[in-house]
Protein backbone atom coordinates (compact mmCIF):
# COMPACT_ATOMS: atom_id res chain seq x y z
CA UNK A 1 0.00 0.00 0.00
CA UNK A 2 1.47 3.31 -0.89
CA UNK A 3 1.49 6.24 1.42
CA UNK A 4 -1.37 8.03 -0.35
CA UNK A 5 -3.49 5.29 0.63
CA UNK A 6 -2.76 5.46 4.02
CA UNK A 7 -3.22 9.14 3.79
CA UNK A 8 -6.47 8.63 2.66
CA UNK A 9 -7.15 6.21 5.33
CA UNK A 10 -6.20 8.10 8.29
CA UNK A 11 -8.37 11.44 6.36
CA UNK A 12 -11.52 8.96 6.82
CA UNK A 13 -10.81 7.99 10.04
CA UNK A 14 -10.46 11.56 11.33
CA UNK A 15 -12.22 13.84 8.64
CA UNK A 16 -11.89 17.41 8.92
CA UNK A 17 -9.39 17.57 11.44
CA UNK A 18 -7.15 16.65 8.59
CA UNK A 19 -6.20 18.47 5.51
CA UNK A 20 -5.71 17.00 2.10
CA UNK A 21 -2.34 15.44 0.96
CA UNK A 22 0.04 17.40 -0.27
CA UNK A 23 2.78 15.64 -2.47
CA UNK A 24 6.15 17.29 -3.15
CA UNK A 25 9.11 15.15 -4.46
CA UNK A 26 7.24 12.03 -4.06
CA UNK A 27 6.69 12.76 0.03
CA UNK A 28 3.32 13.04 1.35
CA UNK A 29 2.28 15.66 3.81
CA UNK A 30 -0.92 16.26 5.72
CA UNK A 31 -1.47 19.14 8.16
CA UNK A 32 -3.90 18.28 11.59
CA UNK A 33 -5.59 21.34 12.12
CA UNK A 34 -6.09 21.19 16.12
CA UNK A 35 -2.16 20.13 17.75
CA UNK A 36 -4.36 18.84 20.80
CA UNK A 37 -5.04 15.56 18.81
CA UNK A 38 -1.84 14.71 17.58
CA UNK A 39 -1.38 12.08 19.91
CA UNK A 40 -4.59 10.36 19.45
CA UNK A 41 -3.52 10.74 15.43
CA UNK A 42 -0.11 9.53 15.94
CA UNK A 43 -1.60 6.38 18.10
CA UNK A 44 -4.43 5.44 15.21
CA UNK A 45 -1.38 5.84 12.73
CA UNK A 46 0.84 3.63 14.58
CA UNK A 47 -2.15 1.17 15.45
CA UNK A 48 -4.54 0.40 12.82
CA UNK A 49 -2.36 1.82 9.45
CA UNK A 50 1.18 0.10 10.88
CA UNK A 51 3.47 3.16 11.06
CA UNK A 52 5.97 1.60 13.92
CA UNK A 53 8.63 3.49 13.20
CA UNK A 54 9.10 7.40 14.10
CA UNK A 55 11.66 9.04 12.26
CA UNK A 56 12.48 11.98 13.42
CA UNK A 57 10.15 15.19 14.82
CA UNK A 58 11.48 18.62 14.20
CA UNK A 59 9.97 22.29 14.54
CA UNK A 60 9.91 24.94 12.76
CA UNK A 61 9.91 28.89 13.49
CA UNK A 62 7.82 30.75 11.30
CA UNK A 63 9.56 34.18 13.29
CA UNK A 64 6.73 36.88 12.23
CA UNK A 65 3.60 34.42 11.31
CA UNK A 66 0.86 33.36 13.17
CA UNK A 67 0.93 30.65 14.29
CA UNK A 68 4.52 30.71 14.66
CA UNK A 69 5.59 27.26 15.40
CA UNK A 70 5.14 23.84 13.25
CA UNK A 71 5.95 21.00 14.30
CA UNK A 72 6.59 17.55 12.07
CA UNK A 73 6.27 14.24 12.46
CA UNK A 74 8.27 11.89 10.01
CA UNK A 75 6.43 8.39 10.55
CA UNK A 76 7.52 5.23 9.06
CA UNK A 77 5.89 1.79 8.72
CA UNK A 78 8.32 -1.33 8.49
CA UNK A 79 5.75 -3.36 7.28
CA UNK A 80 4.88 -1.15 4.26
CA UNK A 81 8.01 0.96 3.87
CA UNK A 82 5.68 4.04 3.19
CA UNK A 83 6.48 7.57 4.59
CA UNK A 84 3.79 9.85 5.71
CA UNK A 85 4.92 13.24 7.86
CA UNK A 86 2.35 14.98 9.97
CA UNK A 87 2.38 18.82 10.59
CA UNK A 88 0.72 20.72 12.77
CA UNK A 89 0.60 24.36 13.98
CA UNK A 90 1.06 25.80 18.02
CA UNK A 91 0.37 29.28 18.12
CA UNK A 92 3.42 31.30 20.40
CA UNK A 93 1.29 32.13 23.16
CA UNK A 94 0.69 28.72 23.65
CA UNK A 95 3.31 26.71 22.45
CA UNK A 96 2.37 24.01 24.12
CA UNK A 97 0.94 20.43 22.72
CA UNK A 98 1.07 16.89 24.03
CA UNK A 99 3.38 14.57 23.79
CA UNK A 100 3.86 11.70 21.88
CA UNK A 101 6.16 9.34 23.71
CA UNK A 102 3.04 7.60 24.83
CA UNK A 103 3.64 6.21 21.26
CA UNK A 104 6.68 6.38 20.66
CA UNK A 105 9.56 6.09 23.36
CA UNK A 106 11.69 7.81 20.38
CA UNK A 107 9.91 10.43 20.62
CA UNK A 108 11.24 11.48 24.63
CA UNK A 109 14.74 13.00 23.10
CA UNK A 110 13.40 14.56 19.74
CA UNK A 111 10.73 16.26 22.30
CA UNK A 112 13.06 17.38 24.70
CA UNK A 113 15.48 18.92 21.51
CA UNK A 114 12.74 20.76 20.48
CA UNK A 115 12.08 22.19 24.01
CA UNK A 116 15.87 22.91 24.06
CA UNK A 117 16.20 24.68 20.94
CA UNK A 118 12.80 26.44 20.38
CA UNK A 119 11.24 26.66 24.05
CA UNK A 120 8.16 24.38 22.72
CA UNK A 121 6.74 22.45 25.39
CA UNK A 122 4.84 19.48 25.43
CA UNK A 123 2.37 18.22 27.75
CA UNK A 124 2.44 14.60 29.48
CA UNK A 125 6.42 14.09 28.47
CA UNK A 126 8.13 12.35 31.03
CA UNK A 127 11.16 14.64 31.65
CA UNK A 128 11.21 18.01 29.50
CA UNK A 129 14.61 19.08 30.33
CA UNK A 130 17.00 20.94 28.09
CA UNK A 131 19.41 18.11 26.35
CA UNK A 132 21.82 19.79 24.31
CA UNK A 133 22.37 23.31 26.09
CA UNK A 134 23.24 23.02 29.77
CA UNK A 135 20.84 23.37 32.56
CA UNK A 136 19.80 26.92 33.38
CA UNK A 137 20.88 28.06 29.82
CA UNK A 138 18.52 31.19 29.39
CA UNK A 139 17.41 31.60 25.60
CA UNK A 140 16.50 29.21 22.70
CA UNK A 141 18.88 29.29 19.85
CA UNK A 142 17.19 27.90 17.36
CA UNK A 143 14.90 30.28 17.53
CA UNK A 144 14.51 32.87 14.26
CA UNK A 145 15.52 35.92 16.79
CA UNK A 146 18.22 34.46 17.90
CA UNK A 147 20.87 35.93 16.75
CA UNK A 148 23.93 33.90 14.68
CA UNK A 149 26.45 35.06 17.10
CA UNK A 150 24.74 34.00 20.22
CA UNK A 151 24.08 35.46 23.08
CA UNK A 152 26.36 37.03 25.86
CA UNK A 153 25.21 34.96 28.66
CA UNK A 154 25.39 35.91 32.51
CA UNK A 155 26.36 32.45 33.61
CA UNK A 156 29.48 32.62 35.78
CA UNK A 157 30.66 29.21 35.66
CA UNK A 158 30.45 28.82 31.21
CA UNK A 159 33.45 29.17 30.04
CA UNK A 160 32.92 30.46 27.29
CA UNK A 161 30.04 33.35 27.52
CA UNK A 162 31.07 35.50 24.79
CA UNK A 163 29.45 36.10 21.29
CA UNK A 164 31.37 34.52 18.28
CA UNK A 165 33.24 36.57 16.49
CA UNK A 166 31.25 36.94 13.07
CA UNK A 167 33.54 39.13 11.17
CA UNK A 168 30.57 40.53 9.79
CA UNK A 169 29.15 36.98 8.09
CA UNK A 170 27.28 35.59 7.30
CA UNK A 171 27.68 36.43 3.76
CA UNK A 172 25.00 34.82 2.13
CA UNK A 173 22.48 37.40 0.89
CA UNK A 174 18.56 36.93 0.36
CA UNK A 175 17.17 36.91 -3.02
CA UNK A 176 13.57 39.24 -3.59
CA UNK A 177 14.56 42.18 -1.24
CA UNK A 178 13.68 45.18 -2.76
CA UNK A 179 17.51 46.31 -3.22
CA UNK A 180 20.81 45.34 -1.92
CA UNK A 181 21.21 47.02 1.10
CA UNK A 182 17.96 44.84 1.75
CA UNK A 183 18.72 41.81 0.81
CA UNK A 184 22.32 42.03 2.80
CA UNK A 185 21.92 39.44 5.65
CA UNK A 186 23.34 41.67 8.26
CA UNK A 187 20.70 44.20 8.52
CA UNK A 188 17.40 41.56 8.27
CA UNK A 189 15.04 42.31 11.39
CA UNK A 190 15.73 39.78 13.81
CA UNK A 191 19.34 39.88 13.60
CA UNK A 192 19.36 43.92 14.71
CA UNK A 193 16.92 43.05 17.26
CA UNK A 194 18.66 40.73 19.27
CA UNK A 195 21.68 42.79 18.72
CA UNK A 196 20.05 45.67 20.47
CA UNK A 197 18.63 42.93 23.23
CA UNK A 198 22.54 42.62 23.76
CA UNK A 199 23.67 45.69 24.18
CA UNK A 200 21.39 46.57 26.53
CA UNK A 201 22.51 43.17 28.34
CA UNK A 202 25.82 44.26 28.41
CA UNK A 203 24.90 47.68 30.18
CA UNK A 204 23.19 45.76 32.44
CA UNK A 205 24.75 46.05 36.11
CA UNK A 206 24.34 42.51 37.24
CA UNK A 207 25.60 41.05 34.44
CA UNK A 208 28.38 42.98 34.56
CA UNK A 209 28.96 42.47 38.13
CA UNK A 210 29.46 38.90 37.60
CA UNK A 211 31.92 39.40 34.43
CA UNK A 212 33.88 41.45 36.69
CA UNK A 213 33.85 38.80 39.47
CA UNK A 214 37.76 38.33 40.07
CA UNK A 215 37.22 34.43 40.21
CA UNK A 216 35.98 34.54 37.05
CA UNK A 217 38.44 35.93 35.10
CA UNK A 218 40.77 33.53 36.72
CA UNK A 219 39.40 30.43 35.35
CA UNK A 220 41.84 27.83 33.22
CA UNK B 1 48.45 -5.77 76.69
CA UNK B 2 46.13 -7.86 75.19
CA UNK B 3 42.24 -7.36 76.55
CA UNK B 4 41.22 -10.20 79.47
CA UNK B 5 39.07 -13.17 77.60
CA UNK B 6 35.85 -12.43 80.40
CA UNK B 7 35.93 -8.33 79.17
CA UNK B 8 34.80 -9.25 75.77
CA UNK B 9 30.86 -9.35 75.08
CA UNK B 10 29.43 -12.26 74.01
CA UNK B 11 26.14 -11.86 71.81
CA UNK B 12 23.31 -14.83 71.85
CA UNK B 13 23.60 -16.38 68.07
CA UNK B 14 20.14 -14.86 67.66
CA UNK B 15 21.14 -11.22 68.16
CA UNK B 16 24.37 -12.05 66.48
CA UNK B 17 22.19 -12.93 63.37
CA UNK B 18 20.32 -9.82 63.96
CA UNK B 19 23.04 -7.55 63.76
CA UNK B 20 24.15 -9.48 60.85
CA UNK B 21 20.81 -8.98 58.90
CA UNK B 22 21.06 -5.53 59.81
CA UNK B 23 24.40 -4.90 58.49
CA UNK B 24 23.79 -6.82 54.63
CA UNK B 25 20.46 -4.29 55.17
CA UNK B 26 22.83 -1.55 55.06
CA UNK B 27 24.37 -2.49 52.29
CA UNK B 28 21.50 -3.19 49.92
CA UNK B 29 19.95 -0.04 51.10
CA UNK B 30 22.47 2.51 50.18
CA UNK B 31 23.00 3.49 46.15
CA UNK B 32 25.93 5.16 44.94
CA UNK B 33 25.48 7.98 42.18
CA UNK B 34 28.47 7.53 40.16
CA UNK B 35 29.53 9.81 36.96
CA UNK B 36 31.05 8.21 34.21
CA UNK B 37 32.42 10.73 31.50
CA UNK B 38 32.36 12.76 30.02
CA UNK B 39 36.09 12.66 29.07
CA UNK B 40 36.41 8.69 29.75
CA UNK B 41 38.14 6.35 27.22
CA UNK B 42 34.93 4.34 26.58
CA UNK B 43 32.71 6.79 25.91
CA UNK B 44 34.24 7.45 22.39
CA UNK B 45 34.04 11.41 22.85
CA UNK B 46 32.08 13.29 25.23
CA UNK B 47 29.40 11.23 26.59
CA UNK B 48 28.42 11.81 30.23
CA UNK B 49 26.47 9.19 31.52
CA UNK B 50 25.38 9.02 35.67
CA UNK B 51 24.97 5.64 36.94
CA UNK B 52 22.80 4.80 40.12
CA UNK B 53 24.86 1.86 41.44
CA UNK B 54 23.68 -1.00 43.77
CA UNK B 55 27.37 -2.02 44.61
CA UNK B 56 28.34 -3.00 41.15
CA UNK B 57 25.06 -3.13 39.62
CA UNK B 58 23.33 -0.48 37.85
CA UNK B 59 20.11 0.27 39.13
CA UNK B 60 19.39 3.78 36.97
CA UNK B 61 21.41 5.56 33.75
CA UNK B 62 21.27 8.91 33.07
CA UNK B 63 23.12 10.19 29.78
CA UNK B 64 23.80 13.77 29.63
CA UNK B 65 24.80 14.62 25.59
CA UNK B 66 25.60 17.82 24.35
CA UNK B 67 28.81 18.66 25.09
CA UNK B 68 29.73 18.76 21.20
CA UNK B 69 26.66 20.56 20.39
CA UNK B 70 28.15 23.03 17.74
CA UNK B 71 24.37 24.49 16.66
CA UNK B 72 24.88 23.00 12.88
CA UNK B 73 21.61 23.42 11.95
CA UNK B 74 21.45 27.16 12.90
CA UNK B 75 24.70 27.66 10.84
CA UNK B 76 22.95 25.92 8.06
CA UNK B 77 20.17 28.45 7.73
CA UNK B 78 23.08 31.08 7.55
CA UNK B 79 24.59 29.94 4.34
CA UNK B 80 23.97 28.49 0.98
CA UNK B 81 23.83 24.82 0.34
CA UNK B 82 27.28 24.98 -0.72
CA UNK B 83 28.95 26.02 2.09
CA UNK B 84 27.22 23.68 4.71
CA UNK B 85 29.26 20.71 2.77
CA UNK B 86 32.12 20.92 4.80
CA UNK B 87 30.33 21.05 7.97
CA UNK B 88 28.90 17.21 7.10
CA UNK B 89 32.27 16.33 7.51
CA UNK B 90 32.18 16.94 11.24
CA UNK B 91 29.08 15.36 12.15
CA UNK B 92 30.20 11.98 12.16
CA UNK B 93 33.70 12.30 11.78
CA UNK B 94 34.38 8.81 10.92
CA UNK B 95 32.75 8.30 8.26
CA UNK B 96 32.43 11.98 6.43
CA UNK B 97 32.12 11.07 2.66
CA UNK B 98 29.19 8.74 3.70
CA UNK B 99 27.70 12.13 5.13
CA UNK B 100 28.90 14.43 2.56
CA UNK B 101 27.06 12.04 -0.20
CA UNK B 102 23.78 11.90 2.15
CA UNK B 103 23.95 15.53 2.12
CA UNK B 104 24.32 16.43 -1.33
CA UNK B 105 21.52 13.54 -2.24
CA UNK B 106 19.26 15.31 0.20
CA UNK B 107 19.37 18.84 -1.06
CA UNK B 108 19.25 17.28 -4.83
CA UNK B 109 16.08 15.69 -4.09
CA UNK B 110 14.51 19.39 -3.30
CA UNK B 111 16.00 20.46 -6.85
CA UNK B 112 14.63 17.49 -8.21
CA UNK B 113 17.84 16.43 -9.81
CA UNK B 114 18.67 13.53 -8.12
CA UNK B 115 17.81 11.40 -10.90
CA UNK B 116 19.97 13.15 -13.47
CA UNK B 117 23.54 12.65 -11.88
CA UNK B 118 25.44 11.37 -14.04
CA UNK B 119 26.29 7.57 -13.74
CA UNK B 120 29.97 7.97 -13.03
CA UNK B 121 29.44 10.13 -10.36
CA UNK B 122 26.47 7.90 -8.83
CA UNK B 123 28.95 5.22 -8.73
CA UNK B 124 32.26 7.27 -7.45
CA UNK B 125 29.81 8.50 -4.15
CA UNK B 126 28.70 4.35 -4.30
CA UNK B 127 32.34 4.00 -3.65
CA UNK B 128 32.70 6.76 -1.23
CA UNK B 129 29.98 5.61 1.32
CA UNK B 130 30.97 1.83 1.09
CA UNK B 131 34.67 3.12 2.45
CA UNK B 132 33.64 4.93 4.75
CA UNK B 133 31.14 2.21 6.01
CA UNK B 134 34.44 -0.36 6.36
CA UNK B 135 36.51 2.78 7.97
CA UNK B 136 33.75 3.24 10.57
CA UNK B 137 32.79 -0.29 11.67
CA UNK B 138 36.85 -0.85 11.58
CA UNK B 139 36.84 2.11 14.10
CA UNK B 140 34.14 0.79 15.81
CA UNK B 141 35.07 -2.86 16.16
CA UNK B 142 38.65 -2.10 17.21
CA UNK B 143 37.61 0.41 19.96
CA UNK B 144 34.98 -2.49 21.18
CA UNK B 145 37.61 -5.35 21.33
CA UNK B 146 40.16 -2.51 22.93
CA UNK B 147 37.56 -1.54 25.85
CA UNK B 148 36.57 -5.20 26.71
CA UNK B 149 40.60 -6.25 26.50
CA UNK B 150 41.74 -6.81 23.16
CA UNK B 151 44.02 -4.36 22.28
CA UNK B 152 45.76 -6.21 19.08
CA UNK B 153 42.36 -5.80 17.32
CA UNK B 154 42.80 -2.16 17.34
CA UNK B 155 46.00 -2.11 15.94
CA UNK B 156 44.70 -4.33 13.01
CA UNK B 157 41.72 -2.60 12.65
CA UNK B 158 44.05 0.87 12.37
CA UNK B 159 46.32 -0.54 10.00
CA UNK B 160 43.79 -0.54 7.51
CA UNK B 161 41.84 2.05 8.51
CA UNK B 162 45.42 4.10 7.74
CA UNK B 163 44.88 2.80 3.97
CA UNK B 164 41.72 3.90 3.67
CA UNK B 165 42.62 7.55 4.83
CA UNK B 166 45.75 7.16 2.49
CA UNK B 167 43.03 6.60 -0.70
CA UNK B 168 41.05 9.60 1.07
CA UNK B 169 43.56 11.39 0.71
CA UNK B 170 44.66 10.87 -3.26
CA UNK B 171 40.72 11.32 -3.98
CA UNK B 172 40.29 14.24 -1.96
CA UNK B 173 43.16 16.15 -0.97
CA UNK B 174 41.99 15.61 2.55
CA UNK B 175 42.49 12.52 5.10
CA UNK B 176 39.72 13.46 7.16
CA UNK B 177 37.42 16.56 6.81
CA UNK B 178 37.04 15.51 3.13
CA UNK B 179 34.02 17.79 1.87
CA UNK B 180 34.16 15.54 -1.53
CA UNK B 181 30.97 15.74 -2.64
CA UNK B 182 29.34 19.26 -4.90
CA UNK B 183 25.50 19.85 -5.19
CA UNK B 184 24.62 17.93 -8.35
CA UNK B 185 28.45 16.60 -8.34
CA UNK B 186 31.50 15.37 -7.19
CA UNK B 187 34.49 18.39 -6.19
CA UNK B 188 36.63 16.01 -8.87
CA UNK B 189 37.19 12.82 -10.22
CA UNK B 190 39.09 9.96 -9.16
CA UNK B 191 42.97 10.57 -9.95
CA UNK B 192 44.94 8.54 -12.26
CA UNK B 193 45.59 5.40 -10.47
CA UNK B 194 43.17 5.31 -8.10
CA UNK B 195 41.34 2.43 -9.07
CA UNK B 196 44.05 0.29 -9.03
CA UNK B 197 45.14 1.64 -5.22
CA UNK B 198 41.84 0.75 -4.42
CA UNK B 199 41.73 -2.76 -5.83
CA UNK B 200 44.95 -3.38 -3.81
CA UNK B 201 43.11 -1.90 -0.61
CA UNK B 202 40.61 -4.51 -1.01
CA UNK B 203 42.58 -7.38 -1.23
CA UNK B 204 44.22 -6.67 2.17
CA UNK B 205 41.43 -5.64 3.97
CA UNK B 206 39.70 -9.24 3.13
CA UNK B 207 42.90 -11.12 4.68
CA UNK B 208 42.56 -7.93 7.96
CA UNK B 209 38.90 -9.38 8.38
CA UNK B 210 39.83 -12.79 8.82
CA UNK B 211 43.04 -12.03 10.93
CA UNK B 212 40.18 -10.14 12.87
CA UNK B 213 37.44 -12.88 13.05
CA UNK B 214 40.19 -15.34 14.44
CA UNK B 215 41.16 -12.69 17.11
CA UNK B 216 37.51 -12.30 18.22
CA UNK B 217 34.69 -14.41 17.25
CA UNK B 218 35.72 -17.81 18.78
CA UNK B 219 37.70 -15.55 21.44
CA UNK B 220 35.88 -16.97 25.13
CA UNK B 221 37.37 -14.00 27.01
CA UNK B 222 35.28 -11.67 23.68
CA UNK B 223 32.04 -13.93 23.71
CA UNK B 224 31.66 -14.04 27.59
CA UNK B 225 31.66 -10.09 27.58
CA UNK B 226 29.50 -9.58 24.91
CA UNK B 227 27.03 -12.95 24.51
CA UNK B 228 24.20 -12.00 26.05
CA UNK B 229 25.22 -8.60 27.22
CA UNK B 230 22.86 -5.45 26.17
CA UNK B 231 20.32 -7.22 24.83
CA UNK B 232 17.96 -5.14 22.76
CA UNK B 233 14.60 -7.10 21.52
CA UNK B 234 13.70 -6.34 18.14
CA UNK B 235 10.07 -4.52 19.49
CA UNK B 236 12.11 -1.99 22.14
CA UNK B 237 14.55 -1.58 19.07
CA UNK B 238 12.06 -0.29 17.02
CA UNK B 239 10.14 1.68 19.56
CA UNK B 240 12.93 3.38 20.32
CA UNK B 241 13.61 3.98 16.65
CA UNK B 242 16.97 2.72 16.87
CA UNK B 243 18.35 2.37 13.01
CA UNK B 244 21.77 0.90 10.78
CA UNK B 245 23.60 -2.19 12.27
CA UNK B 246 21.95 -2.04 15.63
CA UNK B 247 18.26 -2.29 14.29
CA UNK B 248 19.51 -5.08 12.30
CA UNK B 249 21.78 -6.88 14.92
CA UNK B 250 18.30 -7.01 17.12
CA UNK B 251 16.67 -9.19 14.08
CA UNK B 252 14.60 -6.51 11.99
CA UNK B 253 15.24 -6.64 8.37
CA UNK B 254 16.16 -3.61 6.96
CA UNK B 255 18.49 -1.59 5.14
CA UNK B 256 18.11 1.69 3.13
CA UNK B 257 19.74 0.62 0.27
CA UNK B 258 17.42 -2.42 -0.21
CA UNK B 259 14.03 -0.97 1.40
CA UNK B 260 14.45 2.78 -0.94
CA UNK B 261 17.58 2.29 -3.13
CA UNK B 262 19.02 5.87 -3.53
CA UNK B 263 22.39 6.16 -6.38
CA UNK B 264 22.81 2.66 -8.31
CA UNK B 265 22.36 0.66 -5.15
CA UNK B 266 19.43 -1.07 -6.88
CA UNK B 267 22.12 -2.43 -9.36
CA UNK B 268 24.32 -3.63 -6.97
CA UNK B 269 24.55 -7.75 -4.99
CA UNK B 270 24.83 -7.50 -1.61
CA UNK B 271 23.63 -9.59 1.42
CA UNK B 272 22.29 -7.90 4.66
CA UNK B 273 23.30 -9.13 8.39
CA UNK B 274 20.54 -9.42 10.70
CA UNK B 275 21.39 -10.97 14.21
CA UNK B 276 18.91 -13.44 16.09
CA UNK B 277 19.59 -11.67 19.65
CA UNK B 278 19.91 -8.19 20.10
CA UNK B 279 22.84 -8.33 22.08
CA UNK B 280 26.38 -7.30 21.54
CA UNK B 281 28.36 -9.91 20.09
CA UNK B 282 25.01 -10.13 16.98
CA UNK B 283 26.08 -6.53 16.61
CA UNK B 284 29.35 -7.20 15.97
CA UNK B 285 28.85 -10.19 13.95
CA UNK B 286 26.25 -7.82 11.83
CA UNK B 287 29.23 -5.01 11.01
CA UNK B 288 31.91 -7.98 10.44
CA UNK B 289 29.88 -9.15 7.84
CA UNK B 290 28.81 -5.50 6.54
CA UNK B 291 32.62 -4.74 5.89
CA UNK B 292 32.57 -8.07 3.92
CA UNK B 293 29.40 -7.29 1.87
CA UNK B 294 30.76 -3.58 1.56
CA UNK B 295 33.98 -5.22 -0.35
CA UNK B 296 31.56 -6.68 -2.40
CA UNK B 297 29.62 -3.83 -3.13
CA UNK B 298 33.09 -1.48 -3.92
CA UNK B 299 34.47 -4.43 -6.13
CA UNK B 300 31.34 -4.30 -8.60
CA UNK B 301 31.74 -0.79 -8.63
CA UNK B 302 34.84 -0.68 -9.77
CA UNK B 303 34.07 -3.35 -12.48
CA UNK B 304 31.31 -1.54 -13.88
CA UNK B 305 32.56 2.34 -13.45
CA UNK B 306 31.78 4.15 -16.24
CA UNK B 307 33.28 6.92 -18.14
CA UNK B 308 31.58 10.33 -18.92
CA UNK B 309 31.11 13.21 -16.55
CA UNK B 310 31.14 13.63 -12.78
CA UNK B 311 29.11 16.82 -12.32
CA UNK B 312 25.23 17.32 -13.96
CA UNK B 313 25.64 20.38 -16.99
CA UNK B 314 23.79 23.13 -15.00
CA UNK B 315 25.68 26.36 -14.08
CA UNK B 316 22.47 27.29 -11.76
CA UNK B 317 23.55 24.11 -9.57
CA UNK B 318 27.40 23.67 -9.87
CA UNK B 319 29.94 26.60 -10.54
CA UNK B 320 31.15 26.86 -14.29
CA UNK B 321 34.66 25.80 -14.57
CA UNK B 322 37.04 28.96 -14.24
CA UNK B 323 38.55 29.27 -17.51
CA UNK B 324 35.17 29.74 -19.23
CA UNK B 325 34.06 32.01 -16.33
CA UNK B 326 37.08 34.20 -17.55
CA UNK B 327 36.04 34.35 -21.22
CA UNK B 328 32.74 33.78 -21.58
CA UNK B 329 29.40 36.05 -20.00
CA UNK B 330 26.76 33.43 -18.74
CA UNK B 331 29.24 31.61 -17.40
CA UNK B 332 30.55 34.77 -15.53
CA UNK B 333 26.54 35.22 -14.47
CA UNK B 334 26.76 31.88 -13.17
CA UNK B 335 29.23 32.33 -11.07
CA UNK B 336 28.69 35.47 -9.60
CA UNK B 337 25.10 33.75 -8.94
CA UNK B 338 26.34 31.13 -7.39
CA UNK B 339 28.95 33.02 -5.46
CA UNK B 340 26.75 35.44 -3.53
CA UNK B 341 23.30 34.19 -3.56
CA UNK B 342 23.91 29.72 -4.15
CA UNK B 343 21.80 27.49 -5.76
CA UNK B 344 18.36 29.26 -5.76
CA UNK B 345 16.47 26.02 -4.50
CA UNK B 346 12.81 26.04 -5.13
CA UNK B 347 10.24 26.35 -1.88
CA UNK B 348 8.91 23.10 -0.29
CA UNK B 349 10.37 20.53 2.05
CA UNK B 350 12.07 16.95 1.45
CA UNK B 351 13.43 14.59 3.76
CA UNK B 352 16.35 12.38 3.11
CA UNK B 353 17.49 9.51 4.97
CA UNK B 354 20.29 7.73 3.54
CA UNK B 355 21.67 4.52 4.99
CA UNK B 356 25.28 5.15 7.33
CA UNK B 357 27.77 3.56 8.88
CA UNK B 358 25.67 4.57 12.54
CA UNK B 359 22.74 4.05 11.06
CA UNK B 360 19.56 6.08 9.34
CA UNK B 361 21.20 9.62 8.47
CA UNK B 362 17.98 12.24 7.77
CA UNK B 363 18.10 15.34 6.59
CA UNK B 364 15.23 17.38 6.53
CA UNK B 365 15.33 20.43 4.59
CA UNK B 366 12.72 23.05 4.77
CA UNK B 367 13.11 25.64 1.74
CA UNK B 368 10.98 28.83 1.08
CA UNK B 369 12.92 29.47 -1.96
CA UNK B 370 16.58 31.43 -2.60
CA UNK B 371 20.02 30.18 -1.14
CA UNK B 372 19.82 28.89 1.70
CA UNK B 373 17.06 26.37 3.64
CA UNK B 374 14.82 28.12 6.04
CA UNK B 375 15.71 25.10 8.36
CA UNK B 376 17.33 22.56 7.96
CA UNK B 377 17.36 19.27 10.64
CA UNK B 378 19.68 16.56 10.89
CA UNK B 379 18.59 12.96 12.08
CA UNK B 380 21.14 12.04 13.83
CA UNK B 381 21.89 8.36 14.22
CA UNK B 382 23.99 8.37 16.75
CA UNK B 383 21.63 10.89 18.68
CA UNK B 384 18.73 8.28 18.65
CA UNK B 385 20.35 5.40 19.18
CA UNK B 386 22.01 6.85 22.58
CA UNK B 387 18.14 6.95 23.56
CA UNK B 388 17.46 3.32 24.27
CA UNK B 389 20.55 4.01 27.03
CA UNK B 390 18.58 4.48 30.10
CA UNK B 391 16.47 1.54 29.06
CA UNK B 392 19.48 -0.99 28.29
CA UNK B 393 22.02 -0.18 30.87
CA UNK B 394 20.09 -0.99 34.26
CA UNK B 395 20.96 -4.34 35.37
CA UNK B 396 24.42 -4.54 34.00
CA UNK B 397 27.41 -4.57 36.04
CA UNK B 398 29.45 -1.64 35.36
CA UNK B 399 31.93 -3.33 33.38
CA UNK B 400 29.47 -4.44 30.93
CA UNK B 401 28.61 -0.32 29.86
CA UNK B 402 31.95 -0.36 27.99
CA UNK B 403 30.79 -3.73 26.12
CA UNK B 404 27.44 -1.66 25.48
CA UNK B 405 28.84 1.80 24.33
CA UNK B 406 31.06 0.03 22.37
CA UNK B 407 28.63 -2.18 19.97
CA UNK B 408 25.85 0.65 19.83
CA UNK B 409 29.27 2.40 18.26
CA UNK B 410 28.10 6.08 17.84
CA UNK B 411 30.01 9.07 17.72
CA UNK B 412 29.02 12.44 19.41
CA UNK B 413 30.02 14.47 16.82
CA UNK B 414 26.76 13.44 15.29
CA UNK B 415 24.95 13.00 18.25
CA UNK B 416 25.34 16.75 19.36
CA UNK B 417 25.70 18.50 15.86
Known amino acids: MGALDLANKLIAQFGAALSAPA??????????????????????????????YLVDITSIDGYGEDPRWTIMYHLYGYGHRAYLRLKTHVSEEKSELPTVTTV????????????????????????????????????????????????????????????????????????????????????????????????????????????????????? | MSTPVQNLEFREPAARAAAAAEELEDLHGQKMVLNMGPSHPSTHGVLRIVLELDGEIITKAVPDVGYLHRGDEKIAENMTYTQFIPYTDRLDY?????????????????????????????????????????????????????????????????????????????????????????????????????????????????????????????NRIFVDRTQDVGVLPKEKAIDYGISGPNLRGSGVDFDLRKAHPYLVYDQMKFDVPVGSKGDCYDRYLVRMEE?????????????????????????????PAKQKVLTRMEELIHHFIMVTQGINAPPGEIYFGAENPKGELGFYICSRGGGTPYRLKIRAPSFVNLSVLPDLLPGHMISDIVAILGSIDFVMGECDR
Not at chain 2, 149 to 178: D, P, Q, W
Not at chain 2, 294 to 306: A, F, Y
Not at chain 2, 307 to 318: E, S, T, W, Y
Request: net charge neutral; hydrophobic share 40%.
Open chain 2, 291 to 319: MRQSVRIVRQCLDMLPGGPINVDDGKVLM
Open chain 2, 94 to 218: LAPLANNVAYALAVEKLLGIDKELPPRCQFIRVVCCELARISSHLLGLGALALDVGALTVFMHTFTEREKIYNLCESLTGARFTTSYTRIGGLARDLPPGWVEQCRKFLEEVVLNFDETENLLTR
Open chain 1, 104 to 220: WRTADWHEREIYDMMGIRFRGHPDLRRILMWEGYPYFPLRKDFPLAGKQSAMPDIAFSDRAPLEGGPFVTTPGGKDTIAREPRVRVPETESLATNARLERRQDVKDIHERPEHHSKP
Open chain 1, 23 to 52: EFRGEITLVLNDAERIAEVCQCAKTSLGFD
